[in-house]
């Protein structure tokens, strides 16, 4: 039963640039979830989709974009990079239908030059 | 108040001992509750769920004070490979499809 996937595992990119970073849920899972960690922080919710639809949104800017797929894979987007952008992103996939708590993908380290 | 406070650390015990973390949340709300080991570099991994006043599982101890909204994490018997960041995590009633808020963690370092 494969876990939480994510790709890629490492980005350098510069800044103005765009980037998608993917991620595959758990095995049952429909829900994902999206957070940045920078260093020495803990996690911060970016959002949630459902259902292919933004259901929940954290404190983050409109460069800030996602997408779920049928399969319930989902996208995150960042347009216009800047170097506070550089950051672990982590996606964490859970079931709408249970009490769970979210398990986490290996996350894909993003460094903005 | 941050919705989540932790004592950043490091923590540095030898090996054996026995360290405990505190962990305040400021919505009251919160009914469950968890904690959450990160290794450097890697993903946060669910360590324990604490729904009632507590659990408890091998070495590890969480212990849940409502009326304060703090909860602890207790490890006796400190390992080497415990050493890593220590993530407290309240929650609501479904967790599933909820934003999990974070602290900055706990850092843990066992030495020998």
């Known amino acids: 039963d494969a876990g939480v996937t994510q790709s890629p595992t490492h980005l350098i990119k510069t800044r103005g640039q765009q980037v998608t970073l993917r991620c595959s849920p758990k095995?049952?899972?429909?829900?994902v979830s999206w957070y940045q960690q920078a260093l020495g922080q803990g996690p911060q919710f970016i959002f949630q989709?459902?259902?292919?639809?933004?259901?929940q949104r954290g404190n983050f800017p409109d460069r800030f974009s996602g997408h779920q797929f049928p399969n319930y894979s989902s996208e995150l987007n960042v347009n216009a990079l800047w170097l506070g952008d550089s950051a672990l992103y982590l996606c964490?996939?859970?079931?709408?239908?249970?009490?769970?708590?979210?398990?986490f993908g290996p996350g894909t380290r993003l460094l903005v030059l | 108040r941050k919705e989540v406070e932790q004592d950043p650390g490091p923590f540095n015990v030898p090996e054996g001992a026995t360290v405990a973390f505190n962990c305040t949340y400021s919505?009251?709300?919160?009914?469950?509750f968890f904690w959450y080991r990160q290794d450097c570099r890697k993903e946060p991994k669910l360590l324990m769920s604490?729904?009632?006043s507590g659990n408890e599982d091998g070495r590890f101890t969480a212990q849940l004070n409502r009326a304060s909204q703090y909860i602890s994490l207790l490890i006796r018997d400190s390992k080497l490979s415990d050493s890593a960041t220590y993530l407290c995590?309240?929650?609501?009633?479904?967790?599933?499809?909820?934003?999990?808020?974070f602290g900055t963690g706990t850092r843990l370092l066992v030495s020998p």
């Open positions: 604490v729904y009632s």
């Open positions: 995590v309240p929650a609501g009633e479904n967790t599933g499809f909820q934003k999990l808020v």
């Open positions: 964490a996939s859970s079931s709408d239908r249970t009490q769970e708590t979210q398990y």
């Open positions: 919505n009251s709300a919160s009914q469950s």
């Open positions: 989709y459902y259902e292919e639809e933004e259901r």
């Open positions: 095995s049952g899972h429909d829900t």
